[in-house]
Structure formats: structure tokens, C-alpha cells
């Protein structure tokens, strides 16, 4: 049996991610999960804008970080210059269209600890923030 094309399954449009470091504290803390609204079609990519909080893919690992430059090559080409709200500098890398996964529309407090909890014991990449530190919640 063909269901009808309104009943059709369509894929979530947003997803959330549970946060492990305190690299964008004091807006998000590790245990916190963002919800992310996925980008789905180029046009997309070309409405971010600076100050808004990405969340991207680089090596086995998601990054939510801010936007602080849209950078254009001599072709026209888009990249984004990313940093922690923690972090003393900006990230090494411009974050590729191809690797941005979504923008971040909010943030659920604490609704991540177990997730926090499970991976503690997982080493962070050279250059992101662990939030070792007391973040004061």
C-alpha cells in the first residue's frame, strides 16, 4: 500500500547535540544540548551571518562555535571564521560550507549531563577548551 504524498515521512529539520567542552561559555556550558536548525540547501549557507552560532563537523568531531568573519576567495567562495565565546583566539581553520551542519536556535540547559558524563573520559581535540575549569552552575 502507497501512502498519500501528505503522509509521507519527511526528515527532522532539526537536530541537537550535547555539548562537551566550555568553549562557548558563558552562554553554554558542557552537559548543555543545543538544538540545531540543519542547513538543507545552499542559499542557506549565504544568509549566516556574523554572531550567529554554527554547529560543524571537523575530523570525528561537532563544533558549536560563533561566527566572527565571513571570508569570500577571489572566486567568490564562502568560508567562516569561527571562535569559542571562551576561547582566547580565533579557530585555526575556516569552517567550509560542506562542513557546517546547522545554525544553533537554542540551548536546553544541563539536559546533556549524562551524555557529558559518558564521554569524560574522551580526550578533546588540540585547540578546543575542556571546561575543566568551575563554571559557577
Known sequence: PVLHDR???QPPRHRNRSVLTGSMEPGIYPGDVVLIRKITKEAE???LKESDVI???REDYTITHRIVEILLDEAGNVSFGTRGDNNPSEDAQAVLP????????GVVPKAGLGVLLL????EAPEGVMTGAEDSGR
Open 7 to 9: 503522509y509521507r515521512l
Open 55 to 57: 554547529n560543524f563537523s
Open 119 to 122: 564521554k569524560g573520559g574522551r
Open 45 to 47: 549557507i549565504y544568509d
Open 98 to 105: 560542506k562542513d557546517v551542519n546547522g545554525i544553533v536556535v
